[in-house]
C-alpha cells in the first residue's frame, strides 16, 4: 500500500520554462511534505517543505503547492534550467511535525532540455 | 568537512556473511536514519533513531540491527546478507527540533549481495 504516489516516473521540459512535479499522499495523518532532490550517485539533497496549515511556500526558483482536500502537492520549478535535472522525491510525515520518520515516493525523473 | 559520512561506498558480500555500514556525522544532529533505494521503489526507512541509546524499526527492519551508542555514530548491520539485501543504503540525520529543515543525507552505499 503506497502512502505517497508520483505517478509520472519521467518529465521533460525546455530550458526557461516551468516544470510542474506532482504527488499525490493517502494517509490523513500526514501533516508535513517535502520535496528531495537526488543526482545520481549523490544522496537526496533537501530542497523545500511545507506544513499542512500551509497552502504554499516558496524559496527562489521553487514553490511547493498543498491542496489538503485533495490530497495533492505540486513543486513548481520556475524557470527551469539544465542543472535541475535531477530525480525529484516527494516525502511525508505525521505527528506533529517532528518529522524524523519520513514516507517517500518512487521518485519522478526531471530532464530539462537546453 | 561537516556532513555525514557513509563508508564504504561499495560492498560485495556472500549470502549469509555479515558486516556493518558505517555512518558517522559530525553536525551534533540528534535524529538519525537508514533507508535503502531499490529500483523502482524509492526511498524506504529501515531503522531511525532520535537520540544517543533510542533507535527503533522503520517500515522494512528484517535483518538489519543497530545501535545508537554516540551522538555521531550509527552503524547498520546487516545480520546474515541475502540478495535481497541487495540496494543502495543511505544514511541520514537531522537537527531536533528543526521541522522546517530536512534531513541531510550521506552519499550512499552501494551493497551487492551475491
Known amino acids: 500500500d503506497q502512502q505517497v504516489k508520483q505517478n509520472s516516473p519521467s518529465l521533460s521540459v525546455q530550458e526557461g520554462r516551468i516544470s510542474i512535479l506532482n504527488c499525490d499522499y493517502t494517509n490523513s495523518m500526514f501533516d508535513y511534505f517535502l520535496w528531495y532532490k537526488k543526482y545520481p550517485a549523490e544522496g537526496p539533497t533537501f530542497l523545500i517543505s511545507i506544513s499542512s496549515i500551509k497552502d504554499k511556500n516558496e524559496d527562489g526558483r521553487f514553490t511547493v503547492f498543498l491542496n489538503k482536500s485533495a490530497k495533492h502537492l505540486s513543486l513548481h520549478i520556475v524557470p527551469s534550467q539544465p542543472g535541475d535535472s535531477a530525480v525529484y522525491f516527494c516525502a511525508a510525515s505525521a505527528g506533529g511535525g517532528s518529522n524524523y520518520k519520513l514516507t517517500f515516493g518512487k521518485g519522478t525523473l526531471l530532464t530539462v532540455n537546453p | 568537512n561537516a556532513g555525514v559520512t557513509q563508508t564504504p561506498k561499495f560492498q560485495v558480500l556472500k549470502t549469509g556473511q555479515s558486516m556493518t555500514l558505517q555512518c558517522a556525522q559530525d553536525?551534533?544532529?540528534?535524529?538519525m536514519s537508514w533507508y535503502r533505494q531499490d529500483p523502482g521503489m524509492g526511498l524506504r526507512l529501515i531503522h531511525y533513531?532520535?537520540?544517543?541509546?533510542?533507535?527503533d524499526q522503520g517500515e522494512v527492519p528484517n535483518g538489519y540491527n543497530v545501535s545508537r551508542s554516540t551522538t555521531e555514530d550509527f552503524p547498520l548491520r546487516l545480520l546474515s546478507a541475502a540478495p535481497s539485501q541487495t540496494s543502495v543504503y543511505f544514511c541520514a540525520s537531522k537537527i531536533h527540533p528543526a521541522n522546517t529543515y530536512g534531513y541531510t543525507f550521506g552519499s550512499g552505499t552501494r551493497l551487492t549481495v551475491v
Open positions: 533513531s532520535v537520540g544517543a541509546g533510542i533507535t
Open positions: 553536525m551534533n544532529h540528534e535524529y
